[in-house]
């Protein structure tokens, strides 16, 4: 079964950070562009940002520019997701997936796995 495993999410106060990692099960993650999505409470899903395979083309939400880097290591199979400068909007379970575009606003998922809680509060 093809899946990816999300972790690093957690409860931190306003302005702190976390960092999101994203590993593959029953694949090889750094042949495919990664993206990252999130689901808040009563929200529909949203992409927050995405990576191309080698890594050079990068795309971010306009509600996280500036604040969170998406990155990759290759050789260890992960995509992550840095995240600064927390906000409580950005509550929200995070997804990664494997997305057939680098654009985050038409990018579309495939593997998923069950997403890693993130919540900001003080």
């Known amino acids: 079964q093809l899946q990816v495993e999300e972790s690093g999410g957690g409860l931190v106060q306003p302005g702190g950070s976390l960092r999101l990692s994203c590993a593959a099960s029953g694949f090889t993650l750094n042949t495919y562009a990664i993206g990252w999505f999130r689901q808040g409470p009563g929200k529909e899903r949203e992409g927050v940002a995405c990576i191309s395979i080698s890594g050079s083309i990068i795309d971010y939400a306009d509600s996280v520019k500036g604040r969170f880097t998406i990155s990759r290591d290759n050789a260890k199979n992960t995509v992550y997701l840095q995240m600064n400068i927390l906000k409580p909007e950005d509550t929200a379970v995070y997804y990664c997936?494997?997305?057939?575009?680098?654009?985050?606003?038409?990018?579309?998922?495939?593997?998923w796995g069950q997403g890693t809680q993130v919540t900001v509060s003080s």
């Open positions: 997936a494997v997305v057939n575009r680098i654009t985050v606003s038409t990018m579309v998922g495939r593997y």
